[in-house]
């Protein structure tokens, strides 16, 4: 059974970085395919981007692109995602989320973690 | 991108109605099509995938049906813990996107 524990909620400035993070167990991460989402207040699901495996490569939606970075560090089994360039419309819960491969849909998720973007 | 499209985008419903739930996705996505869902404060949760698998656990009274463009997942008797919002994704691309969300409420 896979378990994911993401990092703690984040309070930061418009501009800043925020950084969450995921420990993955009952599972070894470099098998998996994490992908992350979030749901900003009042609002659906939203894909950021995955971290494929099998060969390093990030896939980001394009609305992301140039200011998400995706990495995992296997010895900790942790994946990450740092997100730059905060605005207020980045407030949300971001998820982590995973299945074993393939990965076709997200079978597991992490708790959540609230980022708040406030000035 | 693909572009997923679900409707409506609420319904009000009453214990034991059935439910149908539709998403249509910009362009031929075959099988790949997940349904998930969201109550408040949860995180979300996998109901089918790959269109109409139904995942360990989930109770038999939710269904999916499709293929190509056109999907639907169905409650056949509504209950009181599945009032909650419901989303499709498909993973036929490598970037993934989801639907805007159905919620479903209390009549």
């Known amino acids: 059974q896979v378990q994911l524990v993401q990092s703690g909620a984040e309070v930061k400035k418009p501009g800043a970085s925020v950084k969450v993070s995921c420990r993955v167990s009952g599972y070894t991460l470099s098998d998996l395919s994490m992908h992350w989402v979030r749901q900003a207040p009042e609002k659906g699901l939203e894909w950021i981007g995955s971290?494929?495996?099998?060969?390093?490569?990030?896939i980001y939606a394009q609305k992301f692109q140039g200011r998400v970075n995706m990495t995992e560090d296997t010895s900790t089994d942790t994946a990450s995602m740092v997100l730059s360039s905060l605005t207020s419309e980045d407030t949300a819960v971001y998820y982590c989320?995973?299945?074993?491969?393939?990965?076709?849909?997200?079978?597991?998720w992490g708790q959540g973690t609230l980022v708040t973007i406030s000035s | 991108d693909i572009q997923m499209t679900q409707s409506p985008s609420s319904l009000s419903a009453s214990v034991g109605d059935r439910v149908t739930i539709t998403c249509r996705a910009s362009?031929?996505?075959?099988?790949?099509l997940s349904w998930y869902q969201k109550k408040p404060g949860e995180a979300p949760k996998l109901l089918i995938s790959t269109a109409s698998s139904l995942q360990s656990g989930v109770p038999s009274r939710f269904s999916g049906r499709g293929s190509g463009t056109e999907f639907t997942l169905t409650i056949s008797s509504l209950q009181p813990e599945d009032f909650a919002t419901y989303y499709c994704?498909?993973?036929?691309?490598?970037?993934?996107?989801f639907g805007q969300g159905t919620k479903v409420e209390i009549k």
């Open positions: 989320a995973t299945a074993p491969p393939p990965v076709l849909s997200l079978d597991y």
């Open positions: 994704q498909q993973s036929f691309t490598t970037r993934w996107t």
């Open positions: 362009q031929n996505i075959r099988i790949f």
């Open positions: 971290f494929d495996p099998e060969d390093g490569e990030t």
